[in-house]
Structures are given as C-alpha cells and as structure tokens.
C-alpha cells in the first residue's frame, strides 16, 4: 500500500506543517506543543523516529529580527538536546517539499508543494533582521541543499529588482 500524496496549498505555515508531519509519520506522531518535565520550554511539535524523539520549531520572521528570541531559540535547543531529542528548525523562507523532508528528517513522501521557497510573499527580508539573525540566516541558507538554496537566492534577487538591493539584503550578505 503506498503513502497518500501530501498536499500543502500556498506557502508553509506552523499549523500545514504540523498536518503534513502528522499525515507522514502517521502513529509516530506525538502532538504538538511537548513541554519537557523541569523545563518552561514548549517545542511547537514532535514525533517519534525509531527511538529518538524529533522536536520540530516552525520559525517565523521575529525568530530572525529578536535577540531574545534568538536567545531562547538557543536555550530550547541546547535543553532539547540534552534531552536526547533531534531538533529541526524550519525557517519561514523554505516549503516542505520532497527535498527538503528527505534534508530535515531523512523520510521520503510524496510532497505536492507549488509554493517556492524564498521571500516570496513575505516583506521581511535579511535586511531586516538583526546581526545575530543574519548569521543565523547565512548558517540556514548554507546548510540547504542546492537547488533550494539556489530558489531562496533568485527570490532575493527578484525582490533587490522590485524593492531596491538596499531594502532586501544587508550589505554584509552577497546574492
């Protein structure tokens, strides 16, 4: 029997993810919102692969612009991993697609995404983000497979053309 197709319409957000995720793992799937006993922190979604615990954070643009949230991205990653947990960030910018299932947690599935990952319909470029956010940005582009980095990439230079190069990326960053 084959797995269904996963549909995702339009671009990715915290609650598609967590319905995709929860269509692919199927019984894996341990909910959202895991709170660690001893720990304030709450992890958006997780799931069970084999015997290892995967937390899942779904990140919007404040966790690109806020140091404090940078901050506490941190903390919850170094308590998750103290945990033993997996932890996998997804940043705004990137679709969950076929490359980027098999990039994040090492599962195939058959992924109908049309949406292109990058700022696409998003006014919240590196340029607005914050030093501590533009580094963790260039660490997140630099880590994505090939074609994708390359789609995030286009996408900044298509808005540099709309909006003007100065309002999209910061001089530090090179497209």
């Known amino acids: ?7 995702i319409e339009g671009y990715l957000t915290e609650k598609k993810l967590a319905d995709a995720l ?3 793992v199927g019984e894996a799937w341990g909910g959202s919102q895991l709170t660690v006993s001893g720990s304030k922190r709450r992890w958006d979604m997780w ?3 084999g015997d290892r615990t995967v937390v899942v954070e779904y990140d919007g643009d404040e966790h690109y612009r806020n140091t404090l949230k940078i901050k506490a ?5 170094a308590a998750a991993r103290e945990q033993g947990f997996t932890v996998v960030r997804v940043p705004y910018w990137v679709q969950l697609d ?14 109908e995404q049309v949406f292109p990952h990058g700022f696409i319909s998003t006014k919240i470029f590196p340029a607005s ?7 963790r940005f260039e660490r997140e582009l630099s880590s994505l497979p090939e074609p994708v980095r390359a789609a995030v990439i286009k996408s900044l230079r298509d808005r540099a053309e709309e909006h003007g190069v ?4 910061p001089d530090c960053i090179r497209i």
């Open 129 to 135: 983000f914050c030093a501590m956010g533009l580094v």
């Open 47 to 49: 799931f069970l692969s």
């Open 98 to 111: 076929g490359v980027m299932l098999k990039h994040w947690f090492g599962i195939d599935a058959d992924i």
């Open 22 to 24: 929860k269509q692919i």
């Open 1 to 7: 029997m084959s797995n269904p197709k996963i549909v």
């Open 73 to 77: 991205d941190n903390e919850k990653d």
């Open 166 to 169: 100065e309002y999209v990326v």
